[in-house]
């Protein structure tokens, strides 16, 4: 080859090449149904969301060249608890990325009761034990 690597070594050279991950948006969200392909439209950039019901609020990340990479993520958020009265514990769960150019959106919505969803909800996601994005978003009382 003219530039003097081997195709062996341009190889090794492209797999140890880092994807490019940022945060594309950050905020309120239209309503996203889970499992979905489309990803939610950004409503409004902000890091205090109101708790009405049926707000949707997190982050998008934008990564390119992160083709078969495994994200794992975690939600924490505030103390509250399901109907058997048990504390929810944060959410947390595992995606690979499907294509060179990926969006990935993690968040959640807001649901009754809505005192307990009032606080700081930190969003991480994770590659190999490393964080490659985090976000605080504040759940505040709606006026």
């Excluded at 797999?15 to 996203?32: F, L, T």
């Excluded at 794992?72 to 690979?96: L, M, R, T, V, W």
């Amino acid at each position: 080859m003219s530039n003097g690597y081997s195709w062996h070594e341009l190889n090794q050279l492209m797999r140890r090449r880092k994807p490019e991950i940022k945060i594309d948006s950050y905020g309120r969200y239209s309503k996203w149904e889970r499992g979905s392909k489309e990803l939610p439209v950004i409503l409004e950039f902000t890091n205090s969301v109101e708790a009405i019901e049926g707000n949707e609020f997190g982050m998008i990340l934008r990564i390119k060249g992160g083709k078969g990479l495994r994200l794992d993520f975690c939600i924490k958020h505030p103390c509250f608890y399901d109907a058997k009265g048990n504390q929810e514990p944060d959410f947390s769960g595992e995606y690979y990325v499907s294509s060179n150019d990926f969006r990935f959106y993690i968040g959640d919505c807001i649901w009754h009761p809505l005192e307990d969803k009032v606080g700081e909800w930190k969003f991480f996601v994770y590659n190999n034990g490393e964080t490659i994005a985090s976000k605080t978003l504040n759940i505040i009382p709606a006026n």
